[in-house]
């Protein structure tokens, strides 16, 4: 057997930056495979923003932290390089949760792991407009924000995976989008590139002066960033809004609870219904989004940008990257 080199998490991270205080690149033989496990020569990681809270030691997360001496956990692809299970088999192309390694080994039903579709032109829209975040951006903009044509859609985080996603879905679904991102080239990207009606640089900006500006509020609010931007949001929220809580970036850095809003009030002035949702709670309605997000796709509807690293070595550049803002689009790291 030949080695594998993986991420170990060997201390809970400080903050967002100098992330190789607390991981290292490890080398190991890869051990026989048991039965049940099918092993993945991984070709590309995905970076996903709400994984840096698994990194913590809060217990009261959506989900466990990982033990400290653990291999990083994290959305994989990649095709199948040796298995004990029939529906994988030696090849196919495959995503699920693995490793942050160059061989994942995982127990399908656990990792959720799935046959992905070999026709697909670019197989990095499986972690882009066929994948988790798109699927989070469908799921929450149409049924947790439950926008309708013709109404006001505000996204944070507007120029990242979720967000970038959350705002084109919300125009194919016939509603005006404000997205609220850091950078003027973020807010470019926004109108000029995927067209959204507005954008709000909320590090030159007012955010709450600006969005003041729309003329009968926000409807819908996709928020993927807590803080002081849901604080600049809410007051500007129509009265029966709905708030779709997607996630909670300005927080995860801190091992510490999240403090809620600000403006809680503007929730009963406003009347307005606040909720939030976990897509893997959603995964087995994957059947019923991808005929919808592969014809967007399939038909140019759906731009994906994607912000990719090449190398297992440069893994937590790119997670730097992503968590402090530096990514248009998907942060991916090719293997
Ligand atoms: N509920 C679910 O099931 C689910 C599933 C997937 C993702 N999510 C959530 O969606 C959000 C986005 O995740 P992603 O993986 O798609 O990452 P992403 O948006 O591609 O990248 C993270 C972005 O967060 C923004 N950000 C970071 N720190 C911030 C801060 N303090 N204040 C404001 N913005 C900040 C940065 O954009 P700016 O430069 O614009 O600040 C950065 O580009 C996360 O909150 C994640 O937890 C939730």
């Known amino acids: 057997m030949t080695g594998c080199r993986y991420w170990r998490l060997d201390r809970h991270p400080d903050g967002n930056t100098h992330f190789e205080r607390a991981l290292s690149l490890c080398d190991e033989a890869q051990a026989e495979l048991q039965p049940d496990e099918v092993r993945i020569a991984v070709q590309w990681l995905s970076m996903d923003a709400g994984t840096r809270m698994w990194m913590s030691p809060r217990t009261d997360g959506y989900q466990p932290p990982l033990p400290l001496g653990s291999k990083m956990v994290g959305l994989v692809l990649g095709r199948v390089s040796e298995t004990t299970d029939p529906a994988f088999p030696v090849g196919a192309m495959v995503r699920g949760f693995g490793q942050w390694a160059e061989q994942a080994v995982v127990v399908p039903a656990l990792a959720g792991l799935e046959v992905v579709d070999g026709s697909v032109s670019d197989p990095r829209q499986h972690f882009g407009a066929l994948g988790m975040n798109a699927w989070t951006a469908y799921v929450g903009v149409k049924e947790v924000a439950a926008v309708k044509a013709g109404e006001w859609l505000a996204v944070s985080a507007a120029a990242g995976a979720t967000g970038s996603l959350a705002c084109q879905i919300g125009r194919l679904l016939g509603a005006k989008v404000v997205g609220i991102a850091g950078g003027p080239d973020k807010c470019r990207f926004l109108t000029d590139e995927i067209g959204i009606d507005m954008a709000i640089d909320y590090r030159s900006e007012d955010v709450e002066a600006r969005l003041g500006t729309i003329e009968g509020g926000i409807n819908a609010f996709f928020d993927n960033v807590g803080g002081p931007i849901l604080d600049a949001v809410l007051p500007n929220m129509a009265h029966y809004g709905r708030v779709a809580i997607c996630g909670m970036v300005a927080g995860y850095d801190t091992d510490a609870p999240m403090p809620g809003p600000a403006r809680f009030d503007q929730i009963l002035m406003r009347r307005?219904?606040?909720?939030?949702?976990?897509?893997?709670?959603?995964?087995?309605?994957?059947?019923?989004?991808?005929?919808?997000?592969?014809?967007?796709?399939?038909?140019?509807?759906?731009?994906?940008?994607?912000?990719?690293?090449?190398?297992?070595?440069?893994?937590?550049?790119?997670?730097?990257?992503?968590?402090?803002?530096k990514n248009i689009g998907k942060v991916i790291v090719k293997l």
């Open 272 to 325: 307005l219904r606040v909720e939030g949702f976990f897509i893997p709670d959603f995964l087995e309605r994957g059947a019923e989004f991808m005929p919808q997000l592969r014809e967007w796709l399939d038909a140019g509807k759906l731009t994906m940008a994607f912000d990719e690293t090449q190398g297992i070595e440069n893994v937590l550049t790119a997670y730097e990257r992503m968590l402090t803002g």
